[in-house]
């Protein structure tokens, strides 16, 4: 398996419920290690930017108005295959379809509010990373 970096988030409803800590602790026992983070409260513009694979979806909306109605933290994760890594750790979209002690299955209220994103690929992640971080922000460790 090769070294990665991916671009996790933890939206506003696991924000809300004061749960970082635990979801940053999850990723340190899975081998993951944070090399970048920075909390944010996210404009409409770079909501609509960041999710715009999916403008087009029923659901772009009610993405859009979710994710900026509180401060996101958003973080570079790096190990032996990240990407994949971080969604075993995330479970499924929907949280009623998320494996037991998956951070959706624990923290997450609908496939709306669904507690963390993750990039679903190495192509992906590169462009998500430098959507929200300049290379000097992100730290080798
Ligand atoms: P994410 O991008 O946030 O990590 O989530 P994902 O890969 O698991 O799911 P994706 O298909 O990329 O969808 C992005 C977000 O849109 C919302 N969604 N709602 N109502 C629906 O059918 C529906 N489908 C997707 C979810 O909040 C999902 O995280
Ligand atoms: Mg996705």
Redesign the pocket.
Known sequence: MALERTLS?I?PDAVAKNVIGEIYARFEKAGLKVVASKMKQLSRAEAEGF?A??KE????N??VE?MISGPVMIQVLQGEGAVLKN?DL?G???PKEAAAGTIRADFAD?????A?????AAETAAVEIAYFFATTEVHAR
């Open positions: 988030i939206k999710y694979v999916h979806r029923p659901f772009f009610a993405l979710f969604r995330m499924a979209t929907n609908s496939i709306d509010a669904n963390v994103h993750g990039s679903d």
